[in-house]
T-cell receptor
Framework: AQRVTQPEKLLSVFKGAPVELKCNYS??????LFWYVQYSRQRLQLLLR??SRESIKGFTADLNKGETSFHLKKPFAQEEDSAMYYC?????????FGTGTKLQVIP | NAGVTQTPKFQVLKTGQSMTLQCAQD?????MYWYRQDPGMGLRLIYY???????DKGEVPNGYNVSRLNKREFSLRLESAAPSQTSVYFC????????????FGPGTRLTVT
């Protein structure tokens, strides 16, 4: 099964500090990976996908095949970044999302 | 273009009652999904439908049934609700699994007492 692991349930950082949300995957081949974000009481929405190598809202994520990771990073956290973040594999019908990391940005 | 819509937004049931959660999408997507979201458990797939006329079990299908009524609509039924089914339920759709991105509905907050 294609699975991802998000080891942190909660990550608290101060405003202006760097952020790194961890995601590790445990399957071989060429994975497609996504980050979704869910702001308080809102629906999940796609934040970014690894294949596009884009930066959205200052967030980036690089696929590291050696470490089987797809960590989400932002150099300077903003209060509006506080949300739940989910890592998920793509390319498969039966998607197993990570358990999510709640990011709390402290003013 | 409403995207993915769900009804109702909130529901309270007593143990043993039944109900159907409705989901519709207007993006002409082939695949549709039902998830439940619980604190500390993340999103767990209940059922999915790869295309009109097909459904398949996900990670936590027990206690639920689904119907893919047509390409637009995918409903989730609880035949005999249990307190363990208290959760937030999300419907999602995608154009094709190989493209990956899923579009989510606003969710239904269900409480079973």
């Amino acid at each position: 099964a294609q699975r991802v692991t998000q080891p942190e349930k909660l990550l608290s950082v101060f405003k202006g500090a760097p952020v790194e949300l961890k995601c590790n995957y445990s399957y071989s081949g060429s994975p497609e990976l996504f980050w979704y974000v869910q702001y308080s009481r809102q629906r999940l929405q796609l934040l970014l996908r690894h294949i596009s190598r884009e930066s959205i809202k200052g967030f980036t994520a690089d696929l590291n095949k050696g470490e089987t990771s797809f960590h989400l990073k932002k150099p300077f956290a903003q209060e509006e970044d506080s949300a739940m973040y989910y890592c998920a594999p793509g390319g498969y019908q039966k998607v197993t999302f990570g358990t999510g990391t709640k990011l709390q940005v402290i003013p | 273009n409403a995207g993915v819509t769900q009804t109702p937004k909130f529901q309270v049931l007593k143990t043993g009652q039944s109900m159907t959660l409705q989901c519709a999408q207007d993006m002409n997507h082939n695949s549709m999904y039902w998830y439940r979201q619980d604190p500390g458990m993340g999103l767990r797939l209940i059922y999915y439908s790869a295309s009109e006329g097909t459904t398949d079990k996900g990670e936590v299908p027990n206690g639920y049934n689904v119907s893919r009524l047509n390409k637009r609509e995918f409903s989730l039924r609880l035949e005999s609700a249990a307190p363990s089914q208290t959760s937030v339920y999300f419907c999602a759709s995608s154009e094709a699994p190989e493209l990956g991105e899923q579009y989510f509905g606003p969710g239904t907050r269900l409480t079973v007492t």
